[in-house]
Protein backbone atom coordinates (compact mmCIF):
# COMPACT_ATOMS: atom_id res chain seq x y z
CA UNK A 1 0.00 0.00 0.00
CA UNK A 2 1.44 3.45 -0.65
CA UNK A 3 2.05 5.98 1.82
CA UNK A 4 0.30 8.71 1.09
CA UNK A 5 -2.89 8.95 -0.93
CA UNK A 6 -2.58 11.68 -4.08
CA UNK A 7 -5.20 13.45 -2.42
CA UNK A 8 -3.33 14.94 0.40
CA UNK A 9 -2.22 18.49 0.89
CA UNK A 10 1.14 18.01 -0.54
CA UNK A 11 0.26 16.67 -3.46
CA UNK A 12 -3.10 19.27 -3.91
CA UNK A 13 -0.59 22.09 -3.29
CA UNK A 14 1.97 20.70 -6.21
CA UNK A 15 -0.41 20.42 -8.60
CA UNK A 16 -1.64 23.83 -8.93
CA UNK A 17 -1.26 25.64 -12.03
CA UNK A 18 1.32 28.27 -11.92
CA UNK A 19 2.58 31.55 -14.10
CA UNK A 20 4.58 29.15 -16.98
CA UNK A 21 6.25 32.30 -18.36
CA UNK A 22 7.25 33.25 -14.94
CA UNK A 23 8.65 30.04 -14.19
CA UNK A 24 10.96 29.65 -17.01
CA UNK A 25 12.45 32.90 -16.60
CA UNK A 26 13.36 31.75 -13.18
CA UNK A 27 15.31 28.89 -14.52
CA UNK A 28 17.04 30.68 -16.75
CA UNK A 29 18.06 32.57 -13.97
CA UNK A 30 18.91 29.73 -11.48
CA UNK A 31 21.59 28.86 -14.26
CA UNK A 32 22.56 32.24 -15.75
CA UNK A 33 26.01 31.57 -14.09
CA UNK A 34 26.16 27.81 -14.89
CA UNK A 35 29.81 27.23 -16.22
CA UNK A 36 28.99 25.22 -20.14
CA UNK A 37 32.10 23.70 -21.07
CA UNK A 38 30.65 23.03 -24.84
CA UNK A 39 31.89 25.51 -27.73
CA UNK A 40 29.49 28.17 -27.43
CA UNK A 41 29.10 28.84 -30.89
CA UNK A 42 28.31 25.50 -31.83
CA UNK A 43 25.53 25.25 -29.06
CA UNK A 44 22.13 23.92 -29.86
CA UNK A 45 20.82 23.70 -26.26
CA UNK A 46 21.99 25.72 -23.34
CA UNK A 47 23.01 24.48 -19.91
CA UNK A 48 19.79 25.65 -18.21
CA UNK A 49 17.41 23.56 -20.54
CA UNK A 50 19.90 20.10 -20.25
CA UNK A 51 19.48 20.90 -16.83
CA UNK A 52 16.13 21.34 -16.46
CA UNK A 53 15.33 17.88 -18.46
CA UNK A 54 18.29 16.21 -16.37
CA UNK A 55 16.39 16.92 -13.29
CA UNK A 56 13.04 16.18 -14.75
CA UNK A 57 13.82 12.89 -15.78
CA UNK A 58 16.29 11.74 -13.02
CA UNK A 59 12.53 12.85 -10.81
CA UNK A 60 10.30 11.44 -13.09
CA UNK A 61 12.32 7.77 -12.18
CA UNK A 62 15.21 8.10 -14.50
CA UNK A 63 17.81 6.40 -13.68
CA UNK A 64 20.71 6.62 -16.64
CA UNK A 65 21.32 9.20 -19.53
CA UNK A 66 19.49 6.58 -22.16
CA UNK A 67 16.71 6.75 -19.29
CA UNK A 68 16.89 11.30 -19.61
CA UNK A 69 16.88 10.70 -23.49
CA UNK A 70 14.17 8.85 -23.78
CA UNK A 71 12.37 11.21 -21.32
CA UNK A 72 13.12 14.36 -23.41
CA UNK A 73 11.27 12.11 -26.24
CA UNK A 74 8.37 11.23 -24.72
CA UNK A 75 7.80 14.52 -22.41
CA UNK A 76 8.58 17.12 -25.65
CA UNK A 77 5.51 18.55 -25.91
CA UNK A 78 5.11 19.25 -22.28
CA UNK A 79 8.91 20.64 -22.59
CA UNK A 80 8.14 22.77 -25.44
CA UNK A 81 5.31 24.47 -23.24
CA UNK A 82 7.39 24.72 -20.84
CA UNK A 83 10.80 25.90 -21.55
CA UNK A 84 9.82 27.32 -25.31
CA UNK A 85 11.86 24.96 -26.86
CA UNK A 86 11.28 23.33 -30.44
CA UNK A 87 13.41 19.86 -30.32
CA UNK A 88 14.72 18.11 -27.22
CA UNK A 89 18.41 16.98 -27.22
CA UNK A 90 19.91 13.37 -28.27
CA UNK A 91 21.59 10.92 -25.85
CA UNK A 92 24.78 12.09 -26.69
CA UNK A 93 24.11 15.52 -25.94
CA UNK A 94 22.84 14.96 -22.69
CA UNK A 95 26.02 12.44 -22.63
CA UNK A 96 28.42 14.91 -23.20
CA UNK A 97 27.46 17.74 -21.35
CA UNK A 98 27.87 15.66 -18.13
CA UNK A 99 31.53 14.21 -19.36
CA UNK A 100 32.42 17.75 -19.83
CA UNK A 101 31.13 19.73 -17.14
CA UNK A 102 32.97 19.89 -13.49
CA UNK A 103 31.80 18.65 -10.64
CA UNK A 104 31.72 21.81 -9.13
CA UNK A 105 29.54 23.16 -11.03
CA UNK A 106 27.07 20.60 -9.84
CA UNK A 107 28.35 21.33 -6.31
CA UNK A 108 27.75 24.77 -6.30
CA UNK A 109 24.47 24.56 -7.33
CA UNK A 110 23.49 22.19 -3.97
CA UNK A 111 25.08 24.62 -1.70
CA UNK A 112 22.44 27.42 -3.20
CA UNK A 113 19.70 25.29 -2.97
CA UNK A 114 20.90 24.32 0.69
CA UNK A 115 21.04 28.26 1.76
CA UNK A 116 18.68 27.86 4.01
CA UNK A 117 19.80 25.05 6.44
CA UNK A 118 22.66 26.26 7.93
CA UNK A 119 20.04 27.91 10.15
CA UNK A 120 18.62 24.55 11.38
CA UNK A 121 22.16 22.73 11.68
CA UNK A 122 22.53 23.99 15.98
CA UNK A 123 22.69 20.65 17.56
CA UNK A 124 22.02 18.47 14.43
CA UNK A 125 23.79 15.88 13.55
CA UNK A 126 25.91 15.88 10.39
CA UNK A 127 27.27 12.34 9.35
CA UNK A 128 30.21 12.21 7.24
CA UNK A 129 30.75 8.61 5.52
CA UNK A 130 31.62 6.96 2.36
CA UNK A 131 30.16 5.10 -0.64
CA UNK A 132 31.57 2.72 -3.21
CA UNK A 133 30.12 3.50 -6.40
CA UNK A 134 30.52 -0.33 -7.03
CA UNK A 135 29.03 -0.20 -10.56
CA UNK A 136 32.45 1.77 -12.01
CA UNK A 137 34.85 -0.27 -9.36
CA UNK A 138 36.56 -3.46 -10.19
CA UNK A 139 39.71 -4.99 -8.43
CA UNK A 140 42.09 -2.50 -10.01
CA UNK A 141 40.03 0.73 -9.93
CA UNK A 142 37.87 1.38 -6.71
CA UNK A 143 35.89 4.34 -6.77
CA UNK A 144 34.36 6.11 -3.05
CA UNK A 145 32.22 9.43 -3.02
CA UNK A 146 32.35 10.46 0.46
CA UNK A 147 29.34 12.80 1.80
CA UNK A 148 27.93 15.11 4.62
CA UNK A 149 24.66 13.77 5.61
CA UNK A 150 22.21 15.71 7.94
CA UNK A 151 20.73 13.20 9.64
CA UNK A 152 17.18 15.05 11.19
CA UNK A 153 16.66 16.99 7.91
CA UNK A 154 17.63 13.76 5.38
CA UNK A 155 19.67 15.71 3.26
CA UNK A 156 23.13 15.80 1.32
CA UNK A 157 24.68 18.62 2.14
CA UNK A 158 28.25 17.67 0.11
CA UNK A 159 30.02 15.08 -1.15
CA UNK A 160 33.55 14.64 -2.87
CA UNK A 161 34.77 11.91 -5.33
CA UNK A 162 37.93 10.07 -3.87
CA UNK A 163 39.79 7.10 -5.82
CA UNK A 164 39.57 4.90 -2.73
CA UNK A 165 38.17 4.34 1.54
CA UNK A 166 41.70 4.80 2.77
CA UNK A 167 41.57 7.86 0.93
CA UNK A 168 38.22 9.29 2.49
CA UNK A 169 39.84 11.83 5.24
CA UNK A 170 41.25 14.03 1.99
CA UNK A 171 37.92 14.95 1.43
CA UNK A 172 37.08 16.39 4.80
CA UNK A 173 38.16 19.88 4.64
CA UNK A 174 36.03 20.19 1.37
CA UNK A 175 33.17 18.84 3.10
CA UNK A 176 33.37 21.34 6.10
CA UNK A 177 33.48 23.67 4.12
CA UNK A 178 30.28 23.07 1.77
CA UNK A 179 28.07 25.06 4.19
CA UNK A 180 28.41 26.99 7.57
CA UNK A 181 28.63 23.89 10.18
CA UNK A 182 28.68 25.99 13.70
CA UNK A 183 26.61 24.33 16.19
CA UNK A 184 26.13 21.15 14.81
CA UNK A 185 27.43 17.88 15.93
CA UNK A 186 29.50 15.88 13.24
CA UNK A 187 29.61 12.34 13.64
CA UNK A 188 32.48 10.43 11.76
CA UNK A 189 34.05 7.02 12.15
CA UNK A 190 37.31 5.70 13.47
CA UNK A 191 39.20 6.66 10.10
CA UNK A 192 39.18 10.30 11.48
CA UNK A 193 40.14 9.37 14.48
CA UNK A 194 43.43 12.17 14.44
CA UNK A 195 44.05 15.39 16.39
CA UNK A 196 44.47 16.62 12.72
CA UNK A 197 41.12 15.65 11.59
CA UNK A 198 38.86 16.67 14.94
CA UNK A 199 40.42 20.12 15.06
CA UNK A 200 39.35 20.96 12.05
CA UNK A 201 35.42 20.37 13.08
CA UNK A 202 36.46 23.00 15.96
CA UNK A 203 37.90 25.14 14.28
CA UNK A 204 34.46 25.50 12.24
CA UNK A 205 32.59 26.03 15.08
CA UNK A 206 30.93 22.97 15.52
CA UNK A 207 31.77 19.54 17.43
CA UNK A 208 32.52 16.07 16.79
CA UNK A 209 31.85 12.68 17.82
CA UNK A 210 34.88 10.17 16.20
CA UNK A 211 34.93 6.14 16.37
CA UNK A 212 37.95 4.76 18.29
CA UNK A 213 39.48 1.36 16.98
CA UNK A 214 42.84 0.48 16.60
CA UNK A 215 44.66 3.44 14.24
CA UNK A 216 44.85 4.89 18.17
CA UNK A 217 46.06 2.06 19.68
CA UNK A 218 47.19 3.71 22.84
CA UNK A 219 44.26 6.01 23.46
CA UNK A 220 41.64 3.35 22.85
CA UNK A 221 43.53 1.09 25.26
CA UNK A 222 43.53 3.65 27.98
CA UNK A 223 39.47 4.07 27.30
CA UNK A 224 38.56 0.80 27.42
CA UNK A 225 40.66 0.05 30.57
CA UNK A 226 38.44 2.81 32.26
CA UNK A 227 35.16 1.47 31.30
CA UNK A 228 36.04 -2.12 32.29
CA UNK A 229 37.12 -0.94 35.48
CA UNK A 230 34.83 1.39 35.89
CA UNK A 231 32.19 -1.93 35.26
CA UNK A 232 34.10 -4.29 37.51
CA UNK A 233 33.01 -1.63 40.38
CA UNK A 234 29.91 -1.54 39.29
CA UNK A 235 30.35 2.12 38.56
CA UNK A 236 30.87 2.82 42.44
CA UNK A 237 32.62 7.05 42.54
CA UNK A 238 32.36 7.14 39.19
CA UNK A 239 30.78 9.58 37.07
CA UNK A 240 28.59 7.91 33.95
CA UNK A 241 25.48 8.15 32.75
CA UNK A 242 23.93 5.30 31.33
CA UNK A 243 21.47 4.55 29.11
CA UNK A 244 19.58 1.05 27.90
CA UNK A 245 17.72 0.57 24.45
CA UNK A 246 16.22 -2.61 23.34
CA UNK A 247 14.50 -3.39 19.62
CA UNK A 248 12.97 -6.63 18.24
CA UNK A 249 11.29 -8.15 15.53
CA UNK A 250 11.72 -10.56 12.92
CA UNK A 251 13.44 -12.73 14.72
CA UNK A 252 16.05 -10.24 15.94
CA UNK A 253 16.56 -9.05 19.44
CA UNK A 254 19.39 -6.33 20.39
CA UNK A 255 20.07 -4.74 22.94
CA UNK A 256 22.41 -1.62 23.57
CA UNK A 257 23.86 -0.16 26.50
CA UNK A 258 25.54 3.39 26.63
CA UNK A 259 27.63 4.44 28.79
CA UNK A 260 28.93 7.89 28.74
CA UNK A 261 31.41 10.22 31.09
CA UNK A 262 33.15 13.76 31.28
CA UNK A 263 35.57 12.73 33.99
CA UNK A 264 38.30 13.08 32.00
CA UNK A 265 41.08 14.47 33.98
CA UNK A 266 42.96 10.77 33.87
CA UNK A 267 43.18 10.96 30.07
CA UNK A 268 46.43 13.16 29.40
CA UNK A 269 45.16 13.09 26.00
CA UNK A 270 41.85 15.03 26.65
CA UNK A 271 43.25 18.38 26.27
CA UNK A 272 44.81 17.78 23.05
CA UNK A 273 41.89 16.56 21.49
CA UNK A 274 39.88 18.65 22.84
CA UNK A 275 37.48 16.19 24.66
CA UNK A 276 34.50 16.32 26.51
CA UNK A 277 33.00 12.94 26.83
CA UNK A 278 34.34 9.14 26.05
CA UNK A 279 31.52 6.72 25.14
CA UNK A 280 31.01 3.14 25.22
CA UNK A 281 28.12 1.25 23.49
CA UNK A 282 27.99 -2.45 24.77
CA UNK A 283 25.32 -4.60 22.29
CA UNK A 284 23.91 -7.78 22.72
CA UNK A 285 22.09 -9.42 19.23
CA UNK A 286 20.36 -12.53 19.04
CA UNK A 287 19.38 -13.54 15.44
CA UNK A 288 17.76 -16.68 14.96
CA UNK A 289 19.05 -18.07 17.94
CA UNK A 290 22.76 -16.79 17.83
CA UNK A 291 24.01 -13.96 19.82
CA UNK A 292 26.45 -11.42 19.01
CA UNK A 293 28.01 -9.37 21.34
CA UNK A 294 30.23 -6.44 20.51
CA UNK A 295 31.26 -2.99 22.02
CA UNK A 296 32.43 -0.03 20.13
CA UNK A 297 33.67 3.72 21.77
CA UNK A 298 33.76 7.17 20.65
CA UNK A 299 35.07 10.19 21.61
CA UNK A 300 33.66 13.93 21.71
CA UNK A 301 34.10 17.41 21.89
CA UNK A 302 30.17 17.86 22.99
CA UNK A 303 29.77 17.55 26.40
CA UNK A 304 26.39 15.26 26.88
CA UNK A 305 25.00 12.44 28.50
CA UNK A 306 23.84 9.39 27.35
CA UNK A 307 20.77 9.31 26.66
CA UNK A 308 22.02 12.24 23.54
CA UNK A 309 24.98 10.33 22.75
CA UNK A 310 22.93 6.58 21.96
CA UNK A 311 20.40 8.48 20.01
CA UNK A 312 23.58 10.43 17.70
CA UNK A 313 25.66 7.14 17.38
CA UNK A 314 22.28 5.39 16.39
CA UNK A 315 21.89 8.50 13.41
CA UNK A 316 25.57 8.09 12.11
CA UNK A 317 23.55 4.92 10.85
CA UNK A 318 20.98 6.59 9.01
CA UNK A 319 23.25 7.52 6.27
CA UNK A 320 23.12 3.95 5.10
CA UNK A 321 19.42 3.43 5.55
CA UNK A 322 18.23 6.88 4.53
CA UNK A 323 20.84 7.16 1.45
CA UNK A 324 22.80 4.80 0.77
CA UNK A 325 20.06 2.46 0.93
CA UNK A 326 17.51 4.31 -1.15
CA UNK A 327 20.23 5.86 -3.68
CA UNK A 328 21.32 1.67 -4.19
CA UNK A 329 17.52 0.13 -4.54
CA UNK A 330 15.22 3.60 -5.30
CA UNK A 331 18.11 5.25 -8.15
CA UNK A 332 19.76 1.58 -9.05
CA UNK A 333 23.52 3.80 -7.91
CA UNK A 334 25.22 0.59 -7.98
CA UNK A 335 24.13 -0.79 -10.97
CA UNK A 336 25.28 1.90 -13.40
CA UNK A 337 28.56 1.94 -15.18
CA UNK A 338 28.58 5.39 -16.94
CA UNK A 339 32.32 6.55 -15.58
CA UNK A 340 33.80 8.73 -18.65
CA UNK A 341 35.43 12.20 -17.54
CA UNK A 342 33.28 13.70 -14.95
CA UNK A 343 30.00 11.76 -15.76
CA UNK A 344 30.01 9.33 -12.27
CA UNK A 345 30.79 12.13 -10.32
CA UNK A 346 27.92 14.53 -11.78
CA UNK A 347 25.59 11.59 -11.59
CA UNK A 348 26.06 11.11 -8.34
CA UNK A 349 25.76 14.70 -7.40
CA UNK A 350 22.23 14.79 -9.20
CA UNK A 351 21.02 12.00 -7.53
CA UNK A 352 21.47 13.70 -4.06
CA UNK A 353 19.98 16.86 -5.23
CA UNK A 354 16.82 14.62 -6.67
CA UNK A 355 16.73 13.17 -2.91
CA UNK A 356 17.14 17.13 -1.07
CA UNK A 357 14.56 17.97 -3.55
CA UNK A 358 11.55 15.34 -2.66
CA UNK A 359 12.76 15.36 1.33
CA UNK A 360 12.31 18.88 1.12
CA UNK A 361 9.46 19.61 -0.59
CA UNK A 362 7.18 16.01 -0.32
CA UNK A 363 9.19 14.54 2.95
CA UNK A 364 6.31 11.73 3.64
CA UNK A 365 5.77 10.55 0.92
CA UNK A 366 8.99 8.15 0.27
CA UNK A 367 11.39 8.64 -2.71
CA UNK A 368 9.57 5.87 -4.56
CA UNK A 369 6.42 6.93 -4.47
CA UNK A 370 7.35 10.58 -5.11
CA UNK A 371 9.09 9.38 -8.28
CA UNK A 372 6.08 7.27 -9.51
CA UNK A 373 3.89 10.91 -9.04
CA UNK A 374 6.21 12.92 -11.02
CA UNK A 375 6.01 10.25 -13.65
CA UNK A 376 2.04 9.83 -14.01
CA UNK A 377 1.29 13.38 -12.98
CA UNK A 378 3.06 16.33 -14.87
CA UNK A 379 1.47 18.72 -12.47
CA UNK A 380 3.31 17.13 -10.00
CA UNK A 381 6.77 17.42 -11.58
CA UNK A 382 6.40 20.70 -12.43
CA UNK A 383 5.55 21.37 -9.19
CA UNK A 384 8.39 20.10 -7.52
CA UNK A 385 10.87 21.96 -10.11
CA UNK A 386 8.68 24.79 -9.50
CA UNK A 387 9.59 25.25 -5.69
CA UNK A 388 12.71 24.75 -6.50
CA UNK A 389 13.56 27.52 -8.95
CA UNK A 390 10.63 30.17 -7.94
Same mark, same amino acid.
Given at each position: #???????????? *???????????????? $??????? /?????????? !???????????????????????????????????????? /????????????????? !??????? #?????????? &????????? =???????? @??????????????????????????????????????????????????? #????????????????? &????????????????? *??????????????????????????????????????????????? +??????????? *????????? &?????????? $?? @????????? $?????????????????????? +?? =? $? @????? &?? @??????????????????? =? !???? #????????????????????????
Amino acid at each position: #MPKRRSSDAYFT *ELTKDIDIESFRKSIQ $ANFSDFP /DPRRQGSVVY !PAWSLLFIILSGYLAGGNSVGDIAHFGELKREWLKDLLGI /DSVPSYDTIWWFLVRTE !PDAFKAL #MSRWLAGVPD &GLRDQLLVI =DGKRLRGI @SDSEHITHVVEMFAAESRLTIAQEKVPKKSSEAAALPALLDAINIEGAVVS #MDALYAHISDTQQVIDR &GADYIVGLKGNQPKLEA *EVVNFFEQARAVDYDGVDVTITVSEESGHGRFERRTTTATRELDWLP +QADKWRMQTLV *EVCSEREIN &GTIEKGTRYY $AS @SRAADAETF $ARWIRGHWSIENNLHYVLDVIF +QE =D $A @SQINT &GN @SAENIALIRRVIMNIITQF =D !PDRG #MANARRSATYDPRYLRGLLARVFC
